[in-house]
């Protein structure tokens, strides 16, 4: 049966919606209205099943874009999917951004993909490929691309670095790439594990702003 699954994400400045199934990217939804992202998705969602003649009762998964990104955007779009999921009681995917970039890139043996974290830094991580599976050597980091770039200064491998902005990486290739694409969240999850509703979160690298506010009134 070729599975049919929905996909969100509201990590970026897009919200972008998707109707995935194992050979292709049915359909999809983009809008940049960032700011109204919760006041709109579920009805963006009701009229890309409805475009396609179909229904939630049709959906056999649900899929989201866990991160890194802005924190209102990942607490929305993980929570809509999260809802749906349980609702339907239907198995919830949760992708990385960082992870569907590695299916943007040709043949290497190492690649750094990012995005912008704002305040001189990165979200991002370091991966090397064993085996045709892509290992992440550092976990996911906040840092400035510097740091990224000293890590594998002195590695005697083909480096990729890929990310949503434009930025100087001497002695390595680079790919500017503003948003995953969704075939590459679609390959992502034909591989990735079935999850319940409620072992899928945001993926925060950092505090939020009122975390680290609340922390320094405690000091």
């Not at 790439?177 to 409620?198: C, G, V």
Request: aromatic share 12%; proline share 4%.
């Amino acid at each position: 049966m070729n599975k049919l699954g929905l996909f969100i994400s509201t990590a970026f400045s897009v919200q972008m919606l998707a109707l995935f199934n194992e050979e292709k990217v049915i359909d999809a939804f983009s809008d940049d209205s960032r700011y109204r992202h919760l006041e709109s998705i579920i009805l963006n969602i009701q009229n890309l099943l409805q475009k396609n003649n179909l229904s939630y009762q049709d959906l056999q998964y649900i899929s989201v874009d866990i991160g890194p990104g802005s924190f209102t955007g990942l607490r929305i779009g993980v929570t809509i999917a999260r809802t749906l999921a349980q609702t339907l009681n239907l198995p919830l995917i949760g992708i990385s951004n960082l992870d569907a970039y590695l299916e943007e890139i040709p043949e290497c043996t190492m690649a750094v993909p990012f995005v912008d974290a704002k305040r001189k830094k990165e979200y991002g991580a370091v991966y090397e490929k064993k085996a045709e599976t892509w290992q992440n050597l550092t976990g996911f980091k906040d840092e400035p691309l510097q740091w990224y770039l000293d890590y594998v200064k002195n590695i005697n491998k083909k480096i990729i670095f890929i990310g949503n902005h434009k930025a100087n990486v001497p002695n390595f290739s680079f790919i500017y790439k503003e948003i995953p694409d969704l075939e590459s969240f679609r390959l992502r999850a034909l591989s990735a594990p079935y999850k319940k509703f409620y072992e899928i979160l945001p993926l925060y690298v950092r505090k939020s702003d009122a975390e680290i506010t609340k922390e320094s009134h405690a000091k």
